[in-house]
Nanobody, 130 residues
């Protein structure tokens, strides 16, 4: 079974940093794409893309809202993808989820599309205080 374990969330003040981790098992790591998504508090809020990466060639994608502040990267030996979040703002407060796309084709168009992903982790909460 494909399993994703997301961790690294916490509470920080605006301007602070956190690093999220997503450890993946049950798939050939090099063949997949991994995305980070977030959902702000409240049931009215939709899940939105944050960043994504293909493992085999490390193509990277970022939502406009996080460009220049967040960096996605992988550790092949640990089967883990990280999201380094710098200069955090209160608007970044959300539950962050990692997800796997088993066949990351046409990713120039689909990397940040929630419907592209096949498996989801449990989420980790990030709270940014002003």
């Amino acid at each position: 079974d494909v399993q994703l374990q997301a961790y690294g969330g916490g509470s920080v003040q605006a301007g602070g940093s956190l690093r999220l981790s997503c450890k993946v098992s049950g798939v050939v790591f090099k063949d997949i794409g991994i995305g980070w998504f977030r959902q702000a508090p409240g049931k009215e809020r939709e899940r939105e893309a944050v960043s994504a990466i293909t493992i085999i060639d490390e193509s990277k994608y970022y939502a406009d809202s996080v460009k220049g502040r967040f960096t996605i990267f992988c550790d092949y030996g640990r089967n883990t993808v990280y999201l380094q979040m710098n200069n955090l703002e209160p608007e970044d407060t959300a539950v962050y989820y990692c997800a796997v796309d088993s066949v990351p084709t046409a990713w120039d168009e689909e990397a940040l599309g929630v419907s592209e992903y096949d498996y989801w982790g449990q989420g980790t909460l990030v709270t940014v205080s002003s």
